[in-house]
């Protein structure tokens, strides 16, 4: 491990976030230039430019060092960043004594940056803008991932940028050159930026003010999932209710595609196994959705809430338009399963991601067919291709350690929450490795996490992040082997 190197490419990120908080201060200083949330931006922004700037002249790097980075050091940078990032985002939420623990400020944050949404904060509207604008900020960082940004943005990093790129970007990435990188990038977060522009402007076409606009576009369109409502969208015109299903499903799909669309190549774009999968999830689920919650007696729209909830829960973002915790258990079965799936690879949505659900039934079917012949040649396909054997063992690992997580996380609440039921531990556990943010029962979308315990928030988090972060760069920082030379 190249500790200098790894602690140089960490401040320039903190720098470059840094300035980025000034947007909130901004903000904060609209509304009232004396008020404790200005003191609190002013003191976070001043520290992270000192810091970042005193490592940076301790730990200086040349260029010949880029080149020299390896698979340790770039799931380092990026496990660590992420994980700094949070405890520095933090600040300003508990120095405002808008939550009174900083560890009640680490899990919102946190919370942001994953795009998971999950809350502590019961009511929202009484929070200043300032801190609800870098609450939703955060996500917005978060989905296109925030060291892509700073790929994009900042001077070459030589081959670092392929090794960060493949370990922050979300499915089954592939080996890219320096310059595919930076211009994949900046496309990538131009398309972003586009897609964010448009939302705000139908938002404010539907009479949503400004700010409201710009907070639930970032939660939208990063599938984050934060709102500046207590009861989320459900307050909203059915107008404004389709805007934010059409960004959630945008954001859910791979942005690779998005680059195929400004290319003219269509046909790439509908040829794509993953995208008719997460299509096909969606329409199916649609009328089962739509007959059952009307026939449930309840006080809901069933055909814009049953949509609704499916793409919310799917993209794993977390907006509600109604107390889903209530719905038939059939439903609320549904909606756990679409918790562990997500969306697509490439996307700003958590999960396992659709592309590993397809390979992984596909070895299914096949291990079936090689048990009765025994001596075929059979491959797994996606896109028509027949898919790497490594690649294949790869994501059968990676849903091991998924579901491995998962009940571990259900089982630490069950211990360490002495009211907790089994099925709040469990969508509680899911809900925050798949970065959905809501679960049911004590989580459900009417509830929040304020009352877990200070052990039970610092396993979420963990959970979260390692769920943004698709498990690798988290994990690899607990083995011992990863900060030998």
Same mark, same amino acid.
């Given at each position: 491990m190249h500790k200098r190197f790894i602690l140089n490419i960490i401040s320039r990120v903190l720098f470059f976030v840094s300035i980025i908080m000034f947007f909130p201060l901004f903000w904060a200083l609209y509304d009232n230039s004396h008020s404790l949330e200005v003191k609190a931006f002013i003191f976070t922004i001043a520290l992270g430019l000192v810091l970042s700037t005193l490592i940076q002249l301790k730990y200086k790097i040349k260029k010949i060092d880029y080149d020299r980075i390896n698979a340790k050091d770039g799931l380092a940078i990026v496990g660590l960043l992420w994980i700094l990032l949070s405890l520095w985002g933090a600040l300003p939420l508990w120095i405002s004594n808008v939550v009174p623990t900083f560890t009640d400020a680490f899990f919102e944050i946190a919370s942001g940056f994953t795009t998971t949404g999950a809350s502590l904060i019961a009511d929202v509207e009484a929070v200043p803008r300032g801190i609800? &604008?870098?609450?939703?900020?955060?996500?917005?960082?978060?989905?296109?991932?925030? %060291?892509?940004? &700073?790929?994009? %943005?900042?001077?070459?990093?030589?081959?670092?940028?392929?090794?960060?790129?493949?370990?922050?970007?979300?499915?089954?990435? @592939?080996?890219?050159?320096?310059?595919?990188?930076?211009? /994949?990038?900046?496309?990538?977060? $131009?398309?972003?930026?586009?897609?964010?522009?448009?939302?705000?402007?139908? $938002?404010?076409?539907?009479?949503?003010? &400004?700010?409201?606009? $710009?907070?639930?576009?970032?939660?939208?369109?990063?599938?984050?999932? &934060?709102?500046?409502?207590?009861?989320?969208?459900?307050?909203?015109?059915?107008? /404004?209710?389709?805007?934010? /299903?059409?960004?959630?499903? @945008?954001?859910?799909?791979?942005?690779?595609?998005?680059?195929?669309?400004?290319?003219k190549k269509w046909k790439l774009f509908f040829k794509n196994s993953e995208f008719k999968a997460f299509l096909f999830i969606i329409l199916l689920s649609m009328p089962l959705f739509y007959f059952l919650l009307r026939g449930s007696g309840l006080r809901v729209k069933p055909f814009t809430d049953g949509v609704f909830q499916i793409v919310s829960i799917l993209t794993a973002t977390g907006y509600s338009t109604t107390d889903f915790d209530v719905w038939p258990s059939s439903l609320k079965m549904f909606l756990i399963i679409f918790m562990f799936i997500g969306g697509c690879a490439g996307s700003t949505s958590g999960g396992m991601k659709v592309v590993r659900f397809i390979i992984a039934v596909k070895a299914g079917c096949r291990s079936v067919l090689q048990s009765i012949y025994s001596h075929a040649v059979m491959f797994v396909r996606y896109n028509s291709e027949p898919v790497p054997e490594n690649l294949v063992k790869s994501v059968l690992s990676f849903i091991f350690l998924y579901i491995f997580l998962f009940v571990f996380g259900a089982l630490f609440l069950l211990i360490s929450e002495s009211s907790c039921d089994i099925l709040t531990a469990m969508t509680a556990s899911i809900a925050c490795l798949s970065t959905v943010g809501p679960g049911l029962a004590k989580v459900g979308p009417l509830q929040n996490y304020a009352w877990i315990s200070t052990p039970g928030k610092w396993m979420l988090s963990f959970l979260m992040i390692a769920g943004r972060l698709e498990l690798y760069a988290i994990l690899a920082l607990l083995i011992p082997e990863t900060w030998k030379k």
């Open positions: 609800l &604008f870098w609450r939703s900020l955060t996500h917005w960082l978060g989905g296109m991932g925030i %060291i892509v940004l &700073f790929i994009a %943005i900042l001077p070459s990093l030589g081959t670092t940028s392929s090794q960060l790129y493949k370990i922050e970007s979300s499915g089954l990435g @592939l080996d890219r050159s320096e310059t595919q990188v930076k211009i /994949i990038a900046r496309k990538l977060w $131009l398309i972003y930026l586009a897609i964010t522009c448009v939302s705000v402007i139908l $938002l404010m076409l539907g009479k949503m003010p &400004f700010f409201d606009s $710009l907070c639930h576009t970032f939660g939208a369109i990063a599938t984050g999932g &934060f709102s500046t409502k207590n009861t989320s969208i459900s307050e909203y015109s059915l107008y /404004i209710q389709w805007v934010i /299903i059409s960004m959630m499903f @945008l954001g859910g799909v791979n942005f690779s595609l998005y680059c195929h669309l400004t290319r």
